[in-house]
């Protein structure tokens, strides 16, 4: 079991992929006898995206009723997040188990990002009333 928390906010269901991209400072030379020399440097900023689905309601999620929040609130936290220009907490917590019984915590990341860009995207056919936003950290 996956849970994503942007900024001490728990996405109401876990994404079904991250990717995790680290960039790559290193610098390639020609040499003038042909060969070619790598100098390696310190890896660039890690950047992570993915997409979830903020639904327009607890029916047929795993979101129980009491904590259900409109997709409008959790729009609301990442444009808040984006115009602050500040830096957050972004965690995945994997477990093994099941949401009343945890049997093994896996390797978790939590890490200080800043958003660089999300896209949402309504879809009738797909989402409902729902919202599928697509979400770049570094």
């Known amino acids: 079991m996956y849970q994503f928390i942007l900024d001490k906010v728990k996405l109401p269901l876990a994404p079904q ?3 995790m ?3 790559d400072k290193d610098e390639t030379v020609d040499l003038m006898n042909g060969e070619v020399l790598t100098i390696l440097n310190s890896p660039g900023l890690t950047e992570f995206e993915f997409d979830f689905i903020l639904p327009a309601s607890p029916i047929g999620s795993t979101i129980p ?7 409008d609130y959790y ?3 990442l444009e808040s997040l984006k ?17 009343d019984r ?17 896209d949402v995207a309504e879809d009738a056919e797909n989402y409902g009333f729902g919202k599928k ?5 570094r």
Not at 65 to 71: E, G, H, K, L, M
Not at 85 to 97: A, E, L, N, S
Not at 102 to 117: E, H, I, P, Q
């Open 102 to 118: 945890v049997v093994r915590n896996l390797k978790g990341t939590v890490m200080t990002v800043s958003m660089m860009d999300y």
């Open 65 to 71: 009723a009491s904590t259900f929040r409109d997709p």
């Open 133 to 137: 936003v697509n979400i770049r950290l």
């Open 21 to 23: 991209s680290i960039d």
């Open 17 to 19: 992929s991250l990717k």
């Open 83 to 99: 115009l602050s220009k500040k830096p957050f907490t972004f965690k995945v917590i994997r477990t093994i188990g099941t949401n």
């Open 75 to 77: 729009l609301s936290k």
